[in-house]
């Protein structure tokens, strides 16, 4: 029915007005305007004016159009009541014609209702909004007349809400962009995860593996280390051998060079007092010459002659006395073989000195040759470079006094070893061993330590015993041993050069400042061993205690 559809449209549709999203709320108060004249508030309300015309136009419309319906059912109605025929037959007659202009124009009139009814929408919906608009523009200058007023912050209690209001305002303003900041970076953080997650398991693997090669290559390096610390632990202990060896043979050198200098010593003041004798007599000869006669002369002669045959024989057997006690032997032949011996001996030691000179020159020209392959070959392998030049052996008094400073050095070393010895056997005497326990010399400082390894080694165990017990309570199944790893092959430039002809072609300054590794002092290995017993003491009383709860 046009009527009812005319009617429903004529309701105003209820239309909820919401801000713009992101539009800050700032109170009126805070910012006072003024509106000039032909500002957009009166343009504004021009243009509500003339949809409002529009409107009634509108509306005019529909009525008249509702008037013309209502007379035109009312005609015809009364055209049925009255049951006038000659009335109906001429509208039959006229109105037969007429049916499809009628029909058109209904089927007209109803699309312009449709229209209009369009355009009464959106003119509603428009002065809706309008209305909103101007109510909210009206709110704003009503409050912006009252701020007009300028009333006092102490007589009106309205104003100091209004002033708080907007502090709480401003507050929540400054809280809202400061959580919009922080929501836009975590946001831009999660972004970001999102993006690297695409990523991010191929780059695990890479770095896992990376992970793995780098580990294998430290277990080899870990190996080699070991392998190179026991080596020169055998190089030490072979050293200290030697030069206890050495040692040894200069103390029986010095010995038997002692012995011989105060044999000599002895042969040559003999000698000297036989010239001194000889001397004399043939003084107290000359003076006998001149002072008797012949017969006289002959007499002294004789005389002088017995006694200092007899002096010389006194001297031979004092001299033989001290022979024999010197050598230990009593027998004449003996003595003599003695001395043949000696004589043999030193010829022997001095050939033997001169072979083992040519053979320390020898061996010292195959090492400064074998130094300078190595040297060659190495730079060759490298860079392509010459080898450097070899410098030239150094003289005898220096290599003397930097033997001397090496001998100094290691004898503070062995002091301090033992020193640090003696420490830690007090420190571990605690723990308890089926062994008694040694006093330090320098003889049994071997001993020492094997006891002090064995008192370590039962510590270490105790602390591992711990810490299982532990890993089992917390309950930690993932501390396995790590499976063992291929090792990568070696890269094209990592050249290894191997001993030549299987001879040690270390230098002598290389060897020196491997002797000169650092060394621990007595301080050192005392906090060393007080860390190491106090963790153990530690962790001896948290098992104890764990058993107790």
Do not use: W
């Amino acid at each position: 029915d046009p009527k009812r559809r005319f009617s429903a449209t004529r309701r105003a549709p209820v239309i909820r007005v919401r801000p713009p999203r992101g539009r800050r709320m700032v109170s009126a108060a805070s910012t006072p305007r003024t509106t000039p004249r032909g500002s957009p508030r009166r343009r504004a309300r021009a243009s509500s004016f003339a949809e409002d015309d529009e409107l009634a136009e509108l509306q005019r419309r529909f009525a008249a159009l509702e008037e013309e319906k209502r007379e035109r059912a009312e005609k015809r109605a009364v055209a049925r009541l009255t049951g006038g025929a000659p009335q109906s037959h001429i509208e039959a007659g006229l109105g037969s014609p007429s049916k499809p202009e009628s029909a058109a124009d209904l089927a007209r009139l109803d699309s312009q209702v449709s229209s209009l009814r369009r355009r009464h929408d959106e003119l509603v919906h428009a002065n809706v909004a309008k209305r909103a608009e101007l109510d909210k523009l009206s709110s704003k200058l009503r409050d912006l007349s009252r701020e007009a007023e300028a009333p006092t912050a102490q007589d009106n209690p309205t104003v100091r809400e209004i002033e708080s209001l907007e502090q709480r305002l401003k507050k929540a303003v400054a809280r809202y962009e400061d959580e919009y900041e922080v929501r836009r970076t975590y946001e831009q953080i999660v972004k970001r995860l999102k993006e690297e997650r695409i990523g991010f398991a191929n780059r695990l693997e890479a770095r896992e593996s990376t992970l793995k090669a780098r580990e294998a290559d430290y277990e080899d390096l870990l190996l080699m280390s070991h392998e190179a610390n026991h080596s020169k632990e055998l190089a030490k202990q072979e050293l200290a051998k030697f030069e206890q060896a050495v040692a040894e043979e200069r103390r029986r050198r010095d010995k038997q060079l002692a012995e011989r200098k105060a044999l000599v010593a002895k042969r040559t003041e003999a000698k000297t007092e036989l010239e001194r004798r000889e001397k004399a007599r043939r003084e107290a000869l000359a003076a006998a010459q001149r002072d008797s006669g012949a017969d006289g002369d002959r007499a002294g002669v004789s005389e002088a002659d017995i006694a200092e045959e007899q002096e010389k024989i006194r001297a031979y057997e004092a001299a033989f006395r001290e022979i024999k006690e010197a050598t230990g032997v009593s027998d004449v032949s003996e003595v003599i073989e003695k001395f043949l011996t000696q004589e043999t001996t030193h010829r022997n030691l001095e050939q033997m000195t001169a072979e083992a000179q040519a053979d320390i020159d020898k061996l010292t020209a195959k090492k400064r040759e074998a130094h300078e392959r190595m040297q060659r070959l190495k730079y060759s392998a490298e860079a392509g470079e010459e080898p450097p030049q070899v410098a030239s052996p150094e003289p005898a008094g220096r290599t003397h006094e930097r033997h001397r400073h090496r001998h100094e050095r290691l004898a503070k070393v062995l002091v301090a070893i033992k020193a640090g010895v003696e420490h830690l056997a007090d420190r571990l005497d605690g723990v308890d061993i089926e062994e008694a326990r040694l006093a330090l010399t320098e003889d049994n400082m071997v001993e020492v330590l094997h006891q002090c390894e064995k008192k370590l080694r039962r510590v270490i165990d105790a602390i591992r015993e711990e810490e299982e017990a532990m890993v089992r309570e917390m309950g930690q199944s993932t501390l396995k041993a790590r499976p063992d790893m291929p090792s990568e092959p070696m890269a094209a430039n990592n050249c290894r050069i191997g001993d030549v002809d299987g001879e040690d072609v270390d230098s002598e300054e290389e060897y020196e400042e491997d002797l000169e590794e650092e060394v621990f002092d007595r301080d050192a290995l005392k906090e060393q061993s007080r860390g190491m017993l106090d963790m153990a003491s530690k962790k001896r009383t948290k098992k104890r205690r764990a058993n107790g709860n």
